[in-house]
């Protein structure tokens, strides 16, 4: 088992002109497109991010789970057609509660990811054995109630496992039905090249948003391939201290100002700017907010409100690298 540090956590035409190289054109974009494809499924580009449903920030079960199952609900009536999770948020909390509102139905792109371990609330493992993930595909779809998993990420890659083993076990599980399309959680560059040399790779999460550009790679490679992206913790609710924290959102305020709108949804809509076929998976337990997200991919943003974005973000920040053990709680840099 490998120890890992606390991570946590064929697409439409392209509308927009904008990349995650940060190369914007000059002028205005058009709209950003409301909806892409993803593992077969026409989605909004926000989907929801589901370790909120856990008692806490995915540990954990609620102390009445039918406040999650209320919430879950909500989301699909605010128009919410993705739901993402992974096993090991609860650890298996999640999926039991989505397992309980959504079920098989085949309206709603449930994906989940599996190769994590969750030993402890602070502690998180990977582990990439054949066995053991297919002993954890087959204990996803009893606990999410289906019978199939339409994208099934691999959490993690593990180094001490052949990648062509890890994926080979998911290939197989997709081939008896039990997996609809393979995707990839935080890969770098040289493991996603790796892995689309042995297997169709369906999407990749990964962390991004205006303030976490690191992954700006990754996405130009699948950009390249036709390969949706997904932005997880797109908000930046965690991952700065607090000093940094509110000059990031004092940074976005003129762009919230001019479109009469929120930070959370101008940061929103830098990602569809910036990935023009990308997803954000936004976790909330209020669901005025999942409509707010929504509404985010209907802001147009001009290429220099880009630009500028990026720019007023990247003073903002002063050096510091974006990570998720930062709290804004917290004034310390270290």
Known sequence: MTIAPSPTETAAPATATTTAAGSEASGTTTPTAAETLLAGHRVPRVGLGAARLTAGDGWGVPADPEVPRALLRAALDAGIRYVDTADALGPGVSEGIIGDVIGNRDDILVSTKVGMLRPAQDRWGILGQPDYLR???HASLHRLGRE??????LHRIDPDVPLADQLGALAELR???????????????????????????????SLYNVAARENAPVIERLGERAIPFIAYWPLIGRGLPAETH?????????????????????????????????LAVVGSRNPAHLRDNLEATAITLSAEEVTGISAAVAQALDGFVFHPRHSPHSASRA
């Open 148 to 153: 199939r998993i339409d994208l099934l990420f």
């Open 175 to 205: 081939d008896q039905g039990k997996i609809g399309h393979i995707g990839l959680s935080e890969p770098t560059l040289e493991q996603l090249d790796a892995a689309l040399a042995i297997e169709p790779i369906a999407a990749v999460q």
């Open 246 to 278: 509110a000059r990031v959102f004092a940074a976005l305020e003129p762009a919230a100002r001019a479109h009469r709108t929120s930070v959370q949804s101008i940061a929103l809509a830098w990602i569809f700017h910036t990935v023009p076929d990308g």
């Open 135 to 137: 002993h954890a595909v």
